[in-house]
């Protein structure tokens, strides 16, 4: 008897073990972030710190995460071209299909850039990458973190055409969107992680050592960041369309970009992949680009809380579905 069905019959036999794992890959994560909500509640910590610890992370700790799971990884099995090509070319799909859906709803023409935008930008560079990492340890970390560059200038500059088209009033330089994507820390610390890796060079083990306690501040600290920046006033005042971007977010997308690569292939731990990143709830970035270029930042922000919220659960299920399908390998 081979391998596959052996795994099939134990995931069918034992539904409760294999839902018990699944808590334990994404419960910690959004444990941390329930924890944000409460530290903010408490009033442990507040506006200046989170704005603070989101600028660390993105500028020095996850750069240094990105970098250090690189150079440690096999990149043999980190690098996977299908599964770069495939997260790419499904999240131009989805930004058009998702585009196009908005024109034929009811979304008034100014709010439709805001809406494409929170319907199909993801925050995999901390949601994703964290459960990919709580999955599947440094190979998560590593292959991760080669999505997460892949994903990135893709995000930036389909947000920007799409909020720009509704928003004509507002300024846009391209020059300066195309130097920010190429100065991006996150871009900058994959390039030089695949560089180093590709030399065969090594670290000193004392700056290597010191490097891996810097990034292990990143992703509790973005992740608390992340629960301090939620607001259940806006989750409560959310419209119809914010509920019907989160539902297109955090359900419709995924489930069909994921449905496809399996049926095109994909199995195991690169549709988990695939589900964790296309899956992941709307990035908060998604908020400040609607307010620097004159959207609706009330929309976006509302999005952005109930798919986080939402996240919790949406991705827990879609986790234990792949696994006890035998889909997930």
Same mark, same amino acid.
């Given at each position: 008897m081979s391998w596959r069905p052996v795994a099939i019959w134990y995931v069918c036999m034992n539904p409760s073990a294999i839902f018990a794992e699944t808590?334990?890959?994404?419960?910690?994560?959004?444990a941390m972030v329930l924890l944000g909500v409460a530290l903010k509640r408490l009033k442990w910590i507040d506006t200046a710190f989170i704005n603070t610890s989101s600028a660390l992370v993105f500028?020095?700790?996850?750069?240094?995460?990105?970098?250090?799971s690189l150079i440690d990884a096999?990149?043999?099995q980190a690098l996977i071209p299908s599964l770069m090509a495939y997260l790419a070319l499904a999240t131009v799909a989805s930004f058009l299909l998702i585009w196009w859906w908005a024109t034929r709803r009811v979304v008034v023409p100014e709010d439709r850039g805001v809406y494409v935008q929170a319907a199909f930008r993801g925050n995999g560079g901390i949601i994703g990458l964290a459960l990919a990492g709580s999955m599947y340890g440094q190979f998560g970390l590593s292959a991760g973190s080669v999505l997460v560059a892949t994903l990135i200038p893709l995000y930036n500059v389909l947000a920007v055409i799409v909020l720009a088209w509704y928003q004509p009033q507002a300024k846009t330089s391209w020059r300066s969107i195309g130097l920010k994507i190429l100065k991006n820390p996150l871009i900058l610390s994959v390039v030089a992680g695949l560089s180093f890796a590709a030399s065969g060079l090594a670290l000193p083990s004392w700056l290597h050592t010191s490097g891996e306690y810097f990034a292990n501040m990143t992703l509790p600290l973005a992740l608390i960041s992340i629960g301090g920046t939620m607001s259940?006033?806006?989750?409560?005042?959310?419209?119809?369309?914010?509920?019907?971007?989160?539902?297109?977010?955090?359900?419709?997308?995924?489930?069909? =970009? #994921?449905? *496809?690569?399996? /049926?095109?292939?994909?199995?195991?731990?690169?549709?988990?992949?695939?589900?964790?990143f296309l899956g992941s709830p709307s990035a908060a970035a998604s908020f400040v680009m609607a307010r620097a270029m004159g959207g609706n930042?009330?929309?976006?922000?509302? =999005? #952005?809380? *109930?798919?986080? /919220?939402a996240s919790s659960v949406t991705i827990t299920l879609g986790i234990f579905i792949l696994q006890i399908s035998g889909m997930a390998g």
């Amino acid at each position: 008897m081979s391998w596959r069905p052996v795994a099939i019959w134990y995931v069918c036999m034992n539904p409760s073990a294999i839902f018990a794992e699944t808590l334990n890959v994404t419960f910690p994560v959004f444990a941390m972030v329930l924890l944000g909500v409460a530290l903010k509640r408490l009033k442990w910590i507040d506006t200046a710190f989170i704005n603070t610890s989101s600028a660390l992370v993105f500028r020095g700790a996850m750069p240094t995460l990105l970098f250090l799971s690189l150079i440690d990884a096999d990149m043999s099995q980190a690098l996977i071209p299908s599964l770069m090509a495939y997260l790419a070319l499904a999240t131009v799909a989805s930004f058009l299909l998702i585009w196009w859906w908005a024109t034929r709803r009811v979304v008034v023409p100014e709010d439709r850039g805001v809406y494409v935008q929170a319907a199909f930008r993801g925050n995999g560079g901390i949601i994703g990458l964290a459960l990919a990492g709580s999955m599947y340890g440094q190979f998560g970390l590593s292959a991760g973190s080669v999505l997460v560059a892949t994903l990135i200038p893709l995000y930036n500059v389909l947000a920007v055409i799409v909020l720009a088209w509704y928003q004509p009033q507002a300024k846009t330089s391209w020059r300066s969107i195309g130097l920010k994507i190429l100065k991006n820390p996150l871009i900058l610390s994959v390039v030089a992680g695949l560089s180093f890796a590709a030399s065969g060079l090594a670290l000193p083990s004392w700056l290597h050592t010191s490097g891996e306690y810097f990034a292990n501040m990143t992703l509790p600290l973005a992740l608390i960041s992340i629960g301090g920046t939620m607001s259940m006033t806006a989750i409560r005042e959310a419209s119809g369309v914010a509920l019907g971007a989160s539902l297109m977010k955090m359900v419709w997308m995924p489930t069909a =970009t #994921v449905l *496809i690569a399996w /049926l095109a292939g994909f199995e195991g731990r690169e549709l988990v992949l695939l589900f964790l990143f296309l899956g992941s709830p709307s990035a908060a970035a998604s908020f400040v680009m609607a307010r620097a270029m004159g959207g609706n930042a009330r929309l976006a922000a509302n =999005t #952005v809380a *109930i798919t986080t /919220l939402a996240s919790s659960v949406t991705i827990t299920l879609g986790i234990f579905i792949l696994q006890i399908s035998g889909m997930a390998g």
